[in-house]
């Protein structure tokens, strides 16, 4: 498994600068604690942005860019060393504490955040609103990720109407601001080798997860015993949260698709439907495995989850550079109609019941999503109105499904199942690879597993 350096950020912000307009600064903030309850918080996690830019895992900081032009640099400001061309970078970040350091953990500190994160200068975040006009001054444009944060905004706000206001200083602030977001997430969609080898890491943990659930699985058992083999595997192998809530949903609780309650006891010829991944270092996981309880898909459900396993090899099979995710999912839909049609679930011929989008009563989702830094990815799916087509580096999820819920217009044998079957492919040059191929998903492969 990879783990990102230094060095790898730094390169980051190097690229994302070399794309902003000449004279501009960058700024953007990391997270800070929530409370959960009266004085205690939820597990902090980082602003992926933050966290893509920098590394750093400390909340209350503000990483702050340049690509100034060397000469343009105030001479009161720490002077670039030569293998940093045309680019500063400033962050601020808690300052030492050793009390609170007793109470709550370790903090980088002033003094060391400069070498460990490779910036040029490192401020106290009780010293922002002090230094930030003067970062401020004489840059043209400014970038920063709008509508993240209203405290950020007032921060930014503040220091640009101080900036304005202080003629008898000579400051000018910029007077053209850009959405960071465009250009950031444009990077972010297009995975390096390192991020490829965290989120394969991170898929491979997560299989073992899945099979352990599925071994585990028994009628009488819970969903929220499930789950906690699932957290337990993901825990036990480095990862020590999940990347989303995970989903336990036995019976015609398959049929909720963000169904996290998790509750219920298992039945008997139930199927039931795991939708979990660890997150890793940043990166997510997102596997979705449907399974029998007692470890035999009856021959109703066999029918079902075969058909959508086949629309989902069709999807995967049309995921390649240059294809869109749109052209996947109308092969993936025609697989499932024709299923559908010869199963007597839809009537009529295929076509009609194509056009006519009969299928979206059974499957109301769409075929996946980008993934990476969060479950649901950044990055645009349509540029100009047109399908993005993908490109080597991009990392998707492909899950489609099919659930008729209790009160479905369906044959009685047919309600209450909920079926989804999701994993995460890279997008390579001559096609696609699975990352998250070590859980079984043939059928033969599930009830040979459960049966050992």
């Known amino acids: 498994m990879s783990t990102l350096l230094t060095s790898h950020?730094?390169?980051r912000r190097s690229a994302f600068m070399a794309q902003c307009e000449k004279d501009s600064i960058f700024i953007i903030a990391a997270n800070t604690l929530l409370t959960r309850s009266n004085d205690t918080e939820y597990p902090f996690r980082q602003n992926s942005d933050f966290w893509y830019l920098t590394g750093f895992g400390e909340p209350d900081a503000y990483l702050i860019l340049s690509n100034r032009e060397l000469n343009d640099i105030n001479d009161g400001k720490k002077q670039l060393t030569e293998n940093i061309a045309n680019h500063s970078a400033y962050i601020f970040v808690q300052p030492s504490d050793a009390l609170a350091e007793i109470w709550h953990g370790r903090r980088l500190g002033v003094d060391r955040a400069s070498k460990a994160l490779m910036v040029d200068q490192a401020f106290s975040i009780d010293d922002l609103d002090e230094h930030l006009p003067d970062?401020?001054?004489g840059h043209k444009?400014?970038?920063y990720c709008?509508?993240?944060s209203p405290a950020i905004e007032a921060t930014?706000?503040?220091?640009?109407?101080?900036c304005r206001q202080a003629p008898k200083q000579s400051k000018t602030a910029p007077n053209s601001l850009h959405n960071a977001q465009e250009l950031l997430h444009a990077m972010r969609l297009i995975k390096s080798e390192e991020e490829l080898a965290i989120m394969q890491k991170a898929a491979d943990i997560s299989s073992e997860a899945h099979a352990r659930a599925m071994s585990f699985s028994a009628a009488g058992k819970f969903e929220y015993q499930l789950e906690a083999e699932l957290h337990h595997e993901f825990a036990m192998s480095g990862a020590r949260y999940p990347a989303y809530g995970t989903i336990v949903g036995s019976g015609v609780n398959a049929c909720i698709l963000h169904y996290t309650e998790n509750k219920d006891e298992l039945k008997d010829g139930d199927l039931v439907l795991i939708d979990a991944g660890c997150e890793l270092q940043g990166y997510a996981a997102d596997i979705t495995r449907t399974f029998p309880v007692n470890g035999k898909f009856s021959d109703v459900q066999r029918s079902l989850y075969q058909l959508v396993l086949d629309s989902q090899y069709a999807a995967i099979n049309a995921l390649r550079p240059d294809a869109t995710i749109s052209e996947a999912m109308k092969i993936c839909v025609r697989v499932l109609v024709e299923g559908l049609v010869e199963l007597g679930i839809?009537?009529?011929?295929?076509?009609?019941n194509i056009e006519a989008e009969t299928w979206r009563s059974y499957f109301m989702h769409g075929l996946g999503h980008w993934l990476g830094l969060d479950v649901h990815d950044v990055g645009i799916y349509k540029e100009n109105g047109l399908d993005v087509p993908l490109r080597p580096g991009m990392v998707m999820t492909v899950e489609p499904g099919l659930y008729f819920s209790e009160n479905a217009d369906v044959d009685a044998r047919y309600r209450g199942i909920g079926i989804r079957i999701e994993d995460n492919i890279v997008i390579t040059d001559t096609g696609n690879r699975v990352l998250t191929d070590k859980v079984p998903k043939e059928i033969a492969g599930i009830e040979k597993l459960m049966s050992s």
Do not use: M, P, R, S
């Not at 930014?156 to 101080?162: G, H, N, P, R, W």
């Not at 839809?346 to 009609?352: D, I, N, S």
């Open 9 to 11: 950020f730094y390169e």
């Open 346 to 352: 839809l009537k009529g011929a295929v076509e009609a």
């Open 156 to 162: 930014i706000q503040l220091a640009l109407k101080e």
């Open 146 to 148: 709008f509508d993240t």
């Open 141 to 143: 444009h400014l970038y």
């Open 135 to 137: 970062l401020l001054d």
